[in-house]
């Protein structure tokens, strides 16, 4: 397994807001993990990014135990986050906030620059505007840009469609797909389920800081109960 | 009121003013980095400074440096000078970093826990100064003759406070393109901008909290160095006034904001000696208080705003 959580806990003052999860994305996977509002997912990826620290319970990482290894050095182990909300740096020009994706790397970064440019051709007509002034959706974009930059081998994206219209929704999701075949582990927390669960191989689905199901994503896609409370119903069928 | 006094001092007030002001400016860039980053005053930052003054007036003591250089011997010494100035100066901010703010951030604790941190450790610091050196005014030698270059007005422009206004301008546009465009210029701006997401994209926070205390440290050192040129002595309790106005400049100028110290510190030397030229002298430090308490009823996010955090440095 490229990366392993076993049973892990963690609080915000004396409130639990992980009860013991685990789970495990192996090398290759997309890896969706779904759950309604403040379930503990978002918790969950800082927990594995190393900007929440774990009261109990493991993390592996590549065979090796980053429980306590400190968040900025993950980064160069090549664990990537895409944080809830976007992340990006206001005052910084979008060329600026690529760079800090790289920020640990040596080298040229070029081959880098042109494969997020050729990911998201808007990127690249507005590179000198600063990322506080970019709209929403270009704010996503420049989120998964830049943490493509790192060159990662795990991908963390935490809600990439929040906020998207339609169209860029599965604009994001095929580029999801696209960063996932050319080699990129991928673990997805998503509100949008359906294309979640589409898109990813394995889910995991959380209800208030436990690991409820576990199952390949089709699977629950086809389930009734899963449908019911995560899927909008009937309504999922259609989309 | 001395209006007609106003207009008599006009050039030599606006050419102190600006000397000063410079000074003030360097001073001010500590506070201003330091909150940028960590959103606290560093209210020992005056004490950073008056390390600076003693360490370079300690060296020229020590190597019995006492009068008039020419040459390479006046390089020398200058340099020797700022070069002590500078290492006391960047050694008691990282000092101060690791043992009065370190411990509470990583605790958790409160603004105002940093706060009385560093009012203690600004005690500390004098104390120390006071009692294992002395409480008296020491000299700091006059290495150059303070000679006349040219006139502004019925102002002289002495070699001195051209040296000051240079040398400030130099440092401040150093320091300046560090943080535009530089790798580690970038990493404070993150810090300052969002310190998870810059987590996230691999910056170690408390190198870059310690990195920004060190180029605050520096330019204090560099102002402090300057200050005994131009008033030729210091003591403990230096850093006192000139802290509170260094302040008050990096507030008027925008908090945070690089440039807007710069600003500020050139207002603020200038205000202040204005001050004293409508006022009489014994207002001289009032006159910034008044602009400072001004300043934050009216005022609080300064002249060019809080930057580091939002605009490009
Ligand atoms: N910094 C914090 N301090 C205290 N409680 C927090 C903090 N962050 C999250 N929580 C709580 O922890 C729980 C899990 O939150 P989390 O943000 O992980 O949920 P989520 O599944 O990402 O929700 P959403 O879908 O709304 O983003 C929630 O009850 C939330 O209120
Ligand atoms: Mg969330």
Redesign the pocket.
């Known amino acids: 397994m490229l990366l392993e959580v076993d049973d892990v806990h963690v609080f ?2 004396a ?1 639990e ?1 992980l009860k013991g999860i685990s789970l495990q994305v192996a090398k290759g996977e997309i890896v969706a993990l779904i ?10 990826l ?1 927990m594995i990014s190393g900007v929440r620290p774990v009261k109990t319970g493991k993390v592996r990482f590549d065979g090796q135990d980053i429980t306590h290894m400190p968040g900025h050095k993950r980064v160069d182990l090549g664990l990537c986050q895409a944080p ?1 909300g976007r992340g990006i740096f206001p005052g910084m020009t979008v060329v600026e906030n690529l760079e800090m994706g790289a920020f640990n790397r040596k080298g040229s970064l070029t081959e880098d620059f042109d494969r997020v440019y050729d990911l998201f051709p808007r990127l690249a007509e507005r590179r000198k505007q600063v990322g506080g002034t970019m709209s929403g959706g270009e704010q996503q974009m420049l989120a998964i840009g830049r943490a493509l930059m790192a060159r990662p081998e795990v991908l963390l994206l ?2 990439p469609s929040m906020g998207l219209a339609p169209k860029l929704v599965s604009q994001i999701f095929s580029i999801i797909r696209q960063i996932n075949a050319q080699g990129t582990t991928v673990l997805l ?1 998503e ?1 949008n389920a359906v294309q979640a669960l589409t898109l990813a191989h394995r889910a995991y689905v ?1 209800e208030i ?1 436990k690991i409820v199901r576990s199952a390949p994503a089709a699977d629950l896609l086809a389930d009734d109960s899963v449908r019911a409370a995560y899927l909008g119903g009937d309504l999922g069928a259609s989309a | 009121m001395h209006l007609h006094s106003f207009v008599t001092q006009f050039w030599p007030s606006t050419v102190d003013g600006v000397t000063l002001g410079s000074i003030y400016a360097l001073f001010a860039l500590g506070y201003t980095l330091v909150y940028g980053v960590l959103k606290l005053i560093n209210f020992a930052h005056s004490e950073v400074f008056m390390v600076g003054t003693m360490s370079a007036m300690w060296i020229m003591h020590f190597l019995n440096i006492s009068a008039i250089q020419s040459g390479f011997a006046l390089v020398g010494a200058l340099l020797l000078a700022a070069l002590f100035s500078m290492g006391g100066s960047a050694a008691t901010a990282l000092a101060l970093e690791r043992v009065a703010y370190r411990p509470l951030r990583r605790r958790g604790a409160s603004r105002l826990a940093a706060l009385i941190s560093a009012i203690g450790a600004s005690f500390v610091l004098q104390q120390v100064f006071e009692v294992y050196y002395s409480n008296q005014y020491s000299n700091f030698p006059r290495l150059f003759k303070h000679s006349t270059l040219f006139n502004i007005g019925s102002a002289q422009i002495t070699t001195d406070r051209v040296l000051i206004v240079v040398a400030a301008v130099v440092m401040m546009v150093a320091l300046e393109r560090t943080v535009a465009l530089t790798k580690l210029g970038r990493g404070i701006r993150a810090v300052a901008q969002d310190p998870e997401t810059a987590t996230l994209m691999g910056v170690n926070i408390d190198r870059t909290i310690m990195y920004t205390f060190l180029l605050g440290g520096i330019m204090a050192g560099v102002a402090a160095v300057l200050w005994n040129v131009r008033f030729e002595q210091t003591r403990f309790d230096i850093g006192f006034l000139p802290g509170i106005k260094a302040f008050t400049a990096a507030v008027l100028g925008g908090i945070g904001n690089i440039r807007g110290a710069l600003l500020g510190g050139l207002i603020i030397g200038l205000l202040e000696l204005y001050g004293a030229s409508v006022f009489g002298s014994q207002w001289r430090d009032t006159t910034v208080f008044v602009v400072l308490v001004l300043v934050l009823l009216f005022r609080p996010s300064g002249l060019l705003g809080e930057s580091l955090a939002r605009a490009r440095a």
Not at chain 1, 35 to 44: D, E, L, M, P, V
């Open positions: 915000y003052g409130v807001a759950g309604a509002n403040g379930a503990g997912k978002t918790t969950t800082k809830e935490d809600e927390v509100q959380l800081g």
